[in-house]
């Protein structure tokens, strides 16, 4: 069993930013990626950003590349998620995610699942 606690989360004004953290305990296993999802009141939740174990793999939603920004550190079994650039469409209850493959979390089936922080983007 995993559970995640994400933070950070707040009131920020367009073009702002903000840095979410994750923070991951229990049994994680020997290697486990780590992403963030969104959802936006009356829509779907999306993919944001996903990071391998090491670190070395990336992969960003359109909507938020050159923007966000996914980083881990394997020793406080934390990831981040630094959002620049803010946007009223980035507007959202960000959720924080694990799976024990990369492919999980980049296809949107990660195995756990934070409670989620509000970010909320003011014009």
């Known amino acids: 069993q995993v559970q995640l606690v994400e933070s950070g989360g707040g009131l920020v004004q367009a073009g702002g930013s903000l840095r979410l953290s994750c923070a991951a305990s229990?049994?994680?296993?020997?290697?486990?990626?780590m992403g963030w999802f969104r959802q936006a009141p009356d829509k779907e939740r999306e993919f944001v950003a996903a990071?391998?174990?090491?670190?070395?793999?990336?992969y960003y939603a359109i909507a938020v590349k050159g923007r966000f920004t996914i980083s881990r550190d394997n020793a406080k079994n934390t990831v981040a998620l630094q959002m620049n650039s803010l946007k009223p469409e980035d507007t959202a209850v960000y959720y924080c995610a694990v799976a024990n493959s990369y492919g999980a979390v980049v296809g949107g089936t990660p195995d756990y699942w934070g409670q989620g922080t509000q970010v909320t983007v003011s014009t």
């Open positions: 990071i391998n174990w090491s670190g070395g793999s990336t």
């Open positions: 229990g049994r994680t296993g020997s290697s486990y990626a």
